[in-house]
Nanobody
Framework: QVQLVESGGGLVQPGGSLRLACAAS????????VGWERQAPGKERELVASITMSGTTNYADSAKGRFTISRDNAKNTVYLQMNNLKPEDTAVYYC???????WGQGTQVTVSS
């Protein structure tokens, strides 16, 4: 059974930083494009960033310049470094694989003073 486990969410003040991690079981993870998506209350889920097997990245306009996605294939883990967080970044963040479409359970990020 493949599992994606997110961690690193929490409460942070505006301007602060968080680093999310998505750890996976299964060797397919290393060859899959992996994405971080988020869903805020009352809003549709949206892509934040994605990274291919070879490390090519893609960001939503709202994330450009503030968020960085990276992966460590030796650890089967994808990270999302989030800097200069804003209240509008508040959401549940999910990681997913584009290969086989697996999803994690989500981790809450709350940006508030």
């Amino acid at each position: 059974q493949v599992q994606l486990v997110e961690s690193g969410g929490g409460l942070v003040q505006p301007g602060g930083s968080l680093r999310l991690a998505c750890a996976a079981s299964g060797s397919f993870f290393r060859v899959s494009t992996v994405g971080w998506e988020r869903q805020a209350p009352g809003k549709e889920r949206e892509l934040v960033a994605s990274i291919t097997m070879s490390g090519t990245t893609n960001y939503a306009d709202s994330a450009k310049g503030r968020f960085t996605i990276s992966r460590d294939n030796a650890k089967n883990t994808v990270y999302l470094q989030m800097n200069n967080l804003k209240p509008e970044d508040t959401a549940v963040y999910y990681c997913r694989t584009y290969l086989k479409n697996y999803w994690g359970q989500g981790t809450q990020v709350t940006v508030s003073s």
